[in-house]
């Protein structure tokens, strides 16, 4: 069988197979005779590998974004300058049958050096640090606004039905009369008179009987405990809030510019900046921005029909990092 031979772009080139346990490393290119080495993916296996590229001459390489375990091959050969390249598995898939991590890794090799494969875009490592602040803390978040419905569950199994009749729970009205219920204290009429408001739609007396149910002291101390859990996160947050703040204090004009946008308040423009970054060169058109953030619609046709909510389209593929 005639063996194809492919023109080479890069003089000298690394293919990574990365595993959970190993790093499968094929070198190729000019002056160089192939070879392949495994190493381990402990920091000290890692930095030998580095050395290894660096003793070759290795400018660029390859290895496919496999889970989270390319993360640490690409932070240790970051700093070191040459050019990692994390590409899409499905640009690098290998012919079927008689498949090894040896093969893989030198398929990749192959395919670096001919200049065959596009690298995924990759942020800078301050905004990958920014992004981990941001990430963070909107999963804190949710974490407050589910510990805050486990209350209203709790409540309705002890027949307090505010639910029923405030439209919001985590308002100011039912903020104080949940706080009172989660002290084991009984809500009186003195009490409703307090928080009550015009535009509560329920009567005085419909919501001081919403507010009468079964507390047994198994929910009051269930009810306390979540309580400050949330406490316990909300500080957490303020303190995300401020270290988000430092890291982009370098950037106030910029975010004060945002701000100006129509309904982007700070926390939304921090995330926004922690997302896609300030440069938008990295970018060569808005679709490629908006593939980047996942919001491209799918495009899956065949035989003149459509096909709909086809996930990891070309189009929507999933980011690698």
């Known amino acids: 069988m005639e063996t194809v031979e492919f023109a080479q772009v890069v003089t000298r080139g690394c293919g990574l197979d990365v595993h ?3 790093v499968v490393a094929t070198i190729d290119g000019k002056g160089l005779k192939r070879s392949t080495r495994e ?14 590229l660096l003793e070759n001459g290795i400018t660029h390489v390859a290895m496919e974004s496999t889970g989270v375990y390319w993360k640490p091959v690409y932070h240790v050969l970051e700093p070191s300058g040459i050019k990692v390249w994390i590409v899409n598995a499905r640009h690098v898939k290998y012919v079927p ?5 040896k093969k893989d890794s030198a398929w990749l090799c192959k395919l670096l050096l001919a200049g065959l494969l596009k690298p995924s875009y990759i942020p800078p490592k301050e905004q990958r ?7 963070y803390r909107k999963k804190l978040i949710q974490d407050i606004a589910s510990n805050k419905n486990r ?7 002890c027949n307090v039905k505010l639910s029923s009749v405030l439209s919001d729970t985590s308002g100011v009205t039912g903020t104080k009369l949940i706080n009172k219920l989660c002290e084991g204290k009984p809500i009186t009429m003195a009490d409703i008179d307090a928080v009550y408001h015009k535009n509560i739609e329920a009567s005085k007396e419909e919501l001081w009987e919403a ?44 975010l004060e510019r945002l701000r100006e946008i129509p309904g982007l308040s700070r926390k939304t423009v921090e995330d926004l900046i922690a997302e896609i970054g300030l440069d938008m060169s990295v970018f060569p058109t808005e679709k490629h921005l908006c593939s980047w953030v996942g919001v491209s619609p799918g495009n899956n046709e065949s035989a003149g029909k459509k096909k ?3 996930p990891h389209t070309e189009t929507n593929k999933p980011k690698p990092y």
């Open 20 to 22: 959970k346990k190993t």
């Open 39 to 52: 190493f381990g993916t402990f920091t000290s296996s890692l930095t030998k590998l580095k050395d290894w």
């Open 97 to 101: 049958g008689h498949k090894t991590d």
């Open 129 to 135: 640090e920014l992004r981990d602040l941001t990430r």
């Open 151 to 157: 209350i209203i569950r709790i409540l309705e199994d």
């Open 211 to 254: 507010c009468n149910g079964i507390v047994e002291e198994h929910h009051i101390y269930l009810l306390q405990t979540i309580r400050e859990n949330n406490r316990h996160i909300e500080k957490l947050i303020d303190e995300l809030d401020q270290q988000i703040k430092k890291v982009l204090s370098p950037y106030d004009n910029a």
């Open 308 to 310: 709909v909510d086809e």
